[in-house]
């Protein structure tokens, strides 16, 4: 049973659980236990938790721009998928990121705001395992859920059940990317 999810960007998390996405690029929300914009990878293994706050179509590839939603968070969250990082680096700089552009969905303003952002704090860049749940689970979007940070901790009514869940992609694609981004990364 997992009992703590990840925000991440709805269209993010979609891409991630078509296997079209391995990587993520965090840097910390406001509530975040080290201070605004100080992500730590407190958990290895998560749900991932789809938010609309912040996504913007004009941020997302033209490719994938039309997946945008532009809503309030719902009452409700179904909760189909999870993710595991298994590689963690700290982006040495803009050019090392722009190596990886063909790799993820960002537009440049987008990425040039994840750098601007707190620029004394780091920003790290996880590859990320995701995989489909084998029984998405409908929870209520309780008031402590709310907020901008990175880490969701569920309530137990709330857990979910990670049995049986099934990579989103396969096991040598991950390898490949994986080995670009670390190269990319040195």
């Keep these: 049973?997992?009992?703590?999810?990840?925000?991440?960007?709805?269209?993010?998390?979609?891409?991630?659980?078509e296997?079209?996405?391995?990587?993520m690029l965090r840097k910390g929300g406001i509530e975040e236990r080290g201070g605004p914009g100080a992500f730590e990878l407190e958990h290895r293994r998560f749900l991932l938790w789809p938010s609309w706050a912040h996504q913007l179509p004009d941020r997302i590839k033209s490719a994938f721009r039309g997946r945008v939603k532009v809503m309030n968070e719902p009452d409700e969250m179904t909760l189909v998928g999870l993710g595991e990082a298994t590689h963690i680096w700290?982006?040495?700089?803009?050019e090392a990121f722009?190596?990886?552009?063909?790799l993820h969905p960002w537009t440049k303003p987008q990425v040039d705001m994840r750098f601007d952002y707190r620029p004394e704090k780091p920003l790290y860049l996880m590859a990320v395992r995701?995989?489909?749940?084998?029984?998405?689970?409908t929870v209520p979007n309780r008031i402590a859920y709310a907020g901008c940070k990175s880490w969701v901790p569920l309530s137990e009514a709330d857990s979910v059940d990670d049995k049986n869940a099934a990579p989103a992609m396969d096991d040598a694609a991950y390898a490949a990317l994986v080995a670009r981004v670390s190269s990319a990364m040195a």
Excluded: N, Y
């Excluded at 997992?2 to 991630?16: F, H, I, P, R």
């Excluded at 296997?19 to 990587?23: C, N, R, S, T």
């Excluded at 700290?90 to 803009?94: A, E, I, N, T, Y």
């Design 19 to 23: 296997g079209k996405l391995a990587i």
């Design 1 to 17: 049973m997992l009992q703590v999810a990840l925000k991440e960007w709805a269209v993010v998390c979609d891409l991630m659980l």
């Design 98 to 102: 722009d190596r990886l552009d063909d």
């Design 90 to 94: 700290r982006v040495p700089s803009r």
């Design 130 to 137: 995701a995989a489909k749940l084998g029984t998405p689970k």
